[in-house]
């Protein structure tokens, strides 16, 4: 099994690889293909759940979706993302609210979306036993400040602010950072900045480890980004399938006798 030593350990060594997974079936495909670290993004607010961004998604949303992902997960670290508000808001609800991802759902690890509001938080965290991976960048729980999803970091003063970030966290104990959607050379310099390991989103390739949304990446999404890449046509396969599925029912074809059971005393019903 992966723990938050082994990811921490491969800053600067080998590379990490970290994708999102929101259920059994699709955690049990990402863990098996030997993916180091499952993210039970609150991306799924947006991805899975119908909504336009992951502002509404709580706690006992996250905490369902944590589950399924940690039931189905062998050797992959997992680690629960923190919805709006669930953290900052004052110490004792984070707590509680980090606390059932690990006590009550199986998770290795929370991901706080990251500011100076969380610095002394990942601190406290880790000192109680949860470990913490950052998120710098853009953090999408921002977007009614940012009016969309913007690059971030693209101007010195802000590139300076995600650095000091970024070692403020490593201080506090968190043990990596994500970096989203911010310039390649900002990503490299936080990275050779840190011994923890950076995981980038829309961040170049010198971070120590890559993420991508499971959707994006295996083509399901309708649309993804374009940091992201598809490295499967899901959609597609699935629409065929559907498809293939709609055809049979309706020509008859489906159900056919291999798929049909008939029970001999069952005669005389009449
Ligand atoms: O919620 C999420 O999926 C994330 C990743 C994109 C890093 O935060």
């Known amino acids: 099994m992966t723990t938050v030593r ?6 600067g060594e080998e590379t990490i690889t970290m994708l999102t997974a929101y259920d059994a079936p699709t955690a049990a495909i990402v863990d098996e293909a030997g993916v180091d670290v499952i993210l039970v993004g609150d991306s799924v607010g ?11 998604v709580t706690v006992d949303q996250m905490a369902g979706h944590v589950g399924a992902v940690s039931r189905a997960t062998e050797e992959a670290l997992v680690v629960a993302d923190m919805p709006f508000l669930s953290v900052g808001v004052d110490e004792r609800s984070s707590i509680e609210n980090a606390g059932r991802m690990l006590k009550e759902e199986g998770a290795h690890a929370v991901k706080l979306e990251s500011g100076p509001h969380t610095v002394e938080l990942t601190e406290k965290l880790v000192q109680l036993g949860i470990p913490v991976m950052a998120h710098l960048g853009l953090t999408p729980q921002h977007v009614n400040q940012y009016g969309g999803y913007p690059r971030q970091g693209t101007d010195q003063e802000a590139a300076e602010r995600i650095l000091e970030l970024a070692r403020e966290h490593e201080d506090a104990g968190a043990f990596s950072l994500v970096l989203e959607h911010v310039p390649a050379n900002l990503a490299a310099e936080v990275t050779a900045a840190l011994d923890i390991p950076t995981i ?35 959609r597609a396969e699935m629409e065929a399938a559907v498809a293939d599925y709609v055809e049979a029912v309706e020509g008859g074809s489906f159900p056919a006798e291999e798929h049909s059971h008939e029970e001999s005393d069952l005669e005389e019903l009449y």
């Open 6 to 11: 082994d990811v921490r350990a491969k800053a």
């Open 200 to 234: 980038g989103i829309g961040a170049g390739p010198d971070c120590d480890g890559q993420v991508l949304v499971f959707h994006d990446a295996v083509g399901l999404s309708e649309w993804t980004p374009s940091f992201s890449k598809q490295f499967g046509n899901a």
């Open 46 to 56: 947006n991805v899975a759940l119908g909504y336009e961004t992951t502002i509404p």
